[in-house]
């Protein structure tokens, strides 16, 4: 069975999001509401100078049909989707790969 080695898509971005997700987490701290990350979060893309869209709409569709609709937390650079979840004990910044829309 060959090796399937992860890669990044847009590293440099990635890396930047991450360390900006880490500071925003180690200065607010565990256990709070998601808006409060949100903004947080908000803040720190702002003073870095990334492009970012927030509450961005996703409709769902099946055979061509609107079945619903999704709002992404971030779509940052039209590349990268950041949703965030908090857990019971700490708040999980999770980092997905671009998904067209």
Avoid: C, W
Avoid at 59 to 64: A, T
Wanted: aromatic share 14%; glycine share 4%.
């Amino acid at each position: 069975m060959p090796k399937v080695k992860n890669k990044i898509i847009y590293p440099e971005l990635s890396y930047k999001i991450i360390g900006l997700l880490y500071d925003v987490f180690n200065h607010v701290g565990a256990g709070h509401k998601e808006q409060y990350y949100q903004n947080a979060i908000k803040i720190a893309f702002q003073q870095n100078n990334l492009k970012f869209q927030e509450q961005v709409l996703i409709p769902l569709k099946y055979q061509n049909k609107n079945i619903g609709r999704y709002f992404l937390d971030f779509l940052i650079e039209d590349k990268i989707i950041l949703e965030i979840k908090k857990t019971a004990y700490s708040a999980n910044l999770i980092l997905s790969r671009f998904i067209p829309i």
